[in-house]
């Protein structure tokens, strides 16, 4: 207590840098002596989902306080691991360059004296300004940190606001201080909501039908109450809507009514209107209302317009999230943890970012998450970043105005944005986003709004993202080829999908699903395989993942022929080679023969052999090459393809 460098210094510091001696940190430590990453930090930020999606937009709110004064924020859990954390560049790289990153330890074990190791320690909030930092590396900042507590009053994380010390105000520690508070009130009612969450039932009905049309009717189809709104829609007044039997007005009474006698709600189902002018669709939910003995008494129909953005999105697109987790084959213990993660995060807002090599199904998971979310009935947009020319991604993604460029439509066109508004944008291949556009991407995700190429108008979006690359995105901001403030933005949810050679036991599974539905499909016989050609698969390390096990069985079916058979012990397809055996050995016979090795002789010796596995049959040829019966007709007439192949070309 004699030292005279500590004797100035707030009590829990003295206490603390006595604790830090204790442990042996040694002060001049620049890491953190506990970095936990991989499936380790994968299972903690599941572990934790509640508090990081929870504490997402207080932590926004609170750096948006300071942004631009180099600060940054952290979110901790109980033990002091960083879970989230977001900041200015210039502090946000230094931060970097110690590792303060997810995963990254801050008790006072760890790393020493800091707000937030000694918050947990202490139980309250503390600010620990320059030199009261145990290590020296942290001597030129302030970190003002609070306690975040359950509803029973436990420690469950910190918030914490870190800034240079010349920066930091009287009020920082209060405006943490706050910002906890608010993030516990937040978890209290999150803790009540599902607690009242039957009790509710009938609240939760008519605030939902306040911007719709909500009508009530009794078990015999009279009309009870009716709103102003849903009598504008149907072009009726109240009392005109009550002398109308329910069973008149729309159209699945009967069966509306029997699920509500089994106690079933009847979710957004499209029905036909008799309105009093013509007959109009609309989207339909119908909620039964049952007293204190569970008997049904009346039911609760809520009626919204049809979105046309919804509409003009699928139009637009061509395509719908069809794919759902029930249809994700896979029994490998975790991938099965991965899908249920994913089924988790669903229907929280946050952003994903969807990590794995090409061919694992990033694009199925992002179906999958959207159709499991409360966003299944909006739009789902998906855009390939690297697919889309440089010059035009932008215009893609945000939209332009009429003459915003040459070539420009007339009247603007509406980006990718407000398409998907109210549902999910899929940006498959982030990592290959430009810059700069990084940085537009980055102001949507902040403030919610985009604006056309061309144009000053300002549009607000409802938009959930969901991210995919098959690069290492975190060596991608290392490299400076993408920004670290967008990549934390969208890793707020991380899911990583294995490659295939790390789930063979999902291999066979796949094989006979892949099998099974092709051969259907294409109204083609399933290739029966022998003995010996599952054990070759496994052993195979498909570079291409699911795809390319897919792509093999296709071409089987199609072939109706077994890959590679050199013998019946070996398969060499399926250990060392993408290209079939017996093509790669008509190329050799080909060189063999001084015919050379040339685009054209290839294609003539290809055709020759379809044409003789396919017995001669035109259509059936032209199917398994891909290509049109005339196409193929013409490719035989230039490559002057004669007898026998020629007389035995028939449409049978």
């Not at 998450?369 to 440089?390: K, L, M, T, Y």
């Not at 290739?527 to 698969?537: A, H, I, N, R, T």
Request: glycine share 8%.
């Amino acid at each position: 207590m004699n030292n005279p460098d500590i004797m100035h210094k707030k009590d829990y510091i003295i206490k603390s840098h006595k604790r830090c001696q204790n442990y042996n940190v040694d002060i001049d430590r620049v890491f953190s002596g506990k970095i936990i990453d991989g499936s380790q930090l994968f299972e903690k930020l599941d572990t934790k989902r509640e508090l990081i999606v929870t504490a997402e937009p207080f932590m926004n709110q609170l750096y948006n306080f300071v942004k631009g004064s180099n600060f940054f924020s952290i979110l901790t859990d109980e033990e002091g691991c960083i879970l989230s954390l977001i900041g200015d560049e210039e502090i946000l790289s230094k931060a970097f360059s110690f590792k303060m990153i997810p995963g990254a330890y801050m008790d006072e074990k760890s790393i020493g004296t800091n707000a937030m190791g000694t918050a947990l320690v202490e139980g309250k909030p503390v600010q620990v300004s320059g030199k009261e930092h145990y290590v020296k590396v942290y001597h030129r900042w302030t970190c003002s940190a609070s306690p975040i507590r359950n509803t029973r009053g436990q420690i469950i994380g910190t918030l914490d606001l870190t800034g240079y010390s010349e920066s930091v105000h009287s009020h920082t520690l209060g405006m943490v201080v706050a910002a906890a508070n608010a993030i516990e009130k937040m978890l209290e009612i999150k803790k009540y909501a599902q607690e009242l969450t039957m009790a509710k039932m009938y609240i939760e009905a008519v605030i939902d039908s306040i911007i719709a049309g909500i009508l009530t009717s009794d078990l015999n189809g009279n009309i009870l109450t009716a709103n102003r709104y849903v009598a504008d829609m149907f072009g009726y007044n109240s009392d005109e809507m009550k002398k109308i039997k329910a069973w008149n007005l729309f159209d699945g009474w009967d069966r509306i009514k029997a699920a509500s006698l089994s106690g079933q709600s009847v979710m957004d189902e499209d029905v036909f209107v008799n309105a009093r002018k013509n007959k109009l669709q609309f989207n339909l939910s119908a909620y039964p209302i049952l007293d204190g003995e569970q008997n049904l008494r009346n039911i609760v129909f809520v009626f919204k317009e049809v979105k046309k953005i919804r509409k003009l999105a699928n139009k637009i697109m061509g395509r719908q999230a069809i794919y759902t987790f029930d249809k994700i084959v896979g029994k490998d213990k975790e991938f099965l943890q991965i899908i249920e993660f994913a089924r988790k995060v669903a229907d929280s807002g946050s952003n994903i970012l969807i990590m794995g090599e090409s061919g694992t199904g990033k694009e199925l998971f992002a179906q999958a998450i959207h159709n499991c979310s409360n966003r299944q009935d909006e739009p789902f947009v998906a855009i390939n970043c690297g697919a889309i020319p440089r010059n035009l991604i932008e215009a893609e993604l945000f939209g332009y105005e009429q003459g915003a460029f040459t070539g420009a439509k007339t009247g603007g066109h509406p980006g990718k944005f407000e398409i998907a508004d109210g549902g999910t944008i899929f940006l498959d291949e982030i990592g290959e986003m430009p810059l700069d556009l990084q940085i537009r991407l980055l102001r949507v995700i902040e403030e919610g709004i985009v604006s056309r190429v061309g144009s000053i108008k300002n549009t607000i979006v409802n938009v959930r993202i969901i991210a995919a690359t098959n690069k290492n995105l975190y060596a991608e901001v290392k490299k400076g080829n993408f920004r670290k403030d967008l990549f934390y933005r969208l890793n707020v949810l991380p899911v990583r999908l294995p490659p295939l050679r790390e789930r063979k036991e999902d291999i066979p599974l796949l094989f006979e699903f892949f099998m099974t539905t092709k051969s259907k499909k294409m109204n083609r016989r399933s290739v029966k395989v022998p003995d010996g050609f599952m054990e070759s698969l496994l052993e195979y390390e498909w570079p291409g993942n699911v795809r390319e096990l897919e792509n093999l069985v296709e071409w089987m079916i199609n072939t109706e022929t077994i890959p590679d058979t050199i013998g019946d012990e070996n398969y060499t397809l399926s250990v060392k080679t993408k290209i079939p055996f017996s093509i790669m050995t008509q190329g050799a016979a080909i060189l063999d023969e001084g015919e050379g090795f040339s685009l054209s002789t290839v294609e003539k010796q290809h055709i020759i052999k379809v044409l003789k596995l396919c017995d001669g049959n035109i259509s059936k040829s032209a199917k398994t090459l891909g290509i049109g019966r005339n196409t193929l007709y013409r490719k035989i007439k230039n490559h002057r393809i004669t007898s026998p192949i020629s007389e035995q070309c028939s449409e049978m």
